[in-house]
Structures are given as structure tokens and as C-alpha cells.
């Protein structure tokens, strides 16, 4: 079973920057994918990035170039580096990982971004 801690959320005005961490217990080597999901009120949970072992990330279309996300495999932890903050990035942020087919959350962690 994997545990996920997720960190640095927070509140930050527009065009600002926020750095996520999610930590996983064990080793993240055999994790693939790991990422992060938000899901803004009213509306489905929606990917945002996700990355493999072998360095390959995937973003959607609405935060390529803004986001970066990478992964310390030493450290077991995953990051999001979002930068130039848009308000609809207002949404709880949850980092997921996928261990042999099964899909595990984390707690979640609020992003609120004012205009």
C-alpha cells in the first residue's frame, strides 16, 4: 500500500507561483504514473500532470508552460512547480499514484489563486 502526503498549497494572487510536493512512503521507482488531479467546485476532477520513471511528463492543454512537474526518486516525492497563476486554477489539488494497476489518492490540497 502507498501512502501519499501532499504539501504547499496556499493562497496566491494571479500571475504568482506555488510549488506542490507529494511525498509517497517506499520507493516511487516502481510507481508509473505519478501525478496530480484538481478538481474545482461544481466541476469533475481533471488531470493536470503526470509523470513516468523514465522522465516522460504529460500536462493538459490548459497548463503547458505554466506547470512543470518532476519527480526525486531518492526523495520518493513528486513535485508541481505552477507559475503565472490563473483564478480558474482555483481547485483542490491531489496528487495519485498507480501501483500495479491499483490507484491510490492523496489527502488533497487547496490552490486558491485571486484576481
Known amino acids: 500500500q502507498v501512502q501519499l502526503v501532499e504539501s504547499g498549497g496556499g493562497w496566491v494572487q494571479a500571475g504568482g507561483s506555488l510549488r506542490l510536493s507529494c511525498a509517497a512512503s517506499?520507493?516511487?521507482?516502481?510507481?508509473?504514473?505519478m501525478g496530480w488531479y484538481r478538481q474545482a467546485p461544481g466541476k469533475q476532477r481533471e488531470l493536470v500532470a503526470d509523470t513516468i520513471s523514465g522522465g516522460s511528463t504529460n500536462y493538459a492543454d490548459s497548463v503547458k508552460g505554466r506547470f512543470l512537474i518532476s519527480r526525486d526518486n531518492a526523495k520518493s516525492t513528486v513535485y508541481l512547480q505552477m507559475n503565472s497563476l490563473k483564478p480558474e486554477d482555483t481547485a483542490v489539488y491531489y496528487c495519485?499514484?498507480?501501483?500495479?494497476?491499483?490507484?491510490?489518492w492523496g489527502q488533497g490540497t487547496q490552490v486558491i489563486v485571486s484576481s
Open positions: 495519485y499514484a498507480i501501483v500495479s494497476g491499483l490507484v491510490y
Open positions: 517506499g520507493s516511487i521507482l516502481s510507481i508509473n504514473p
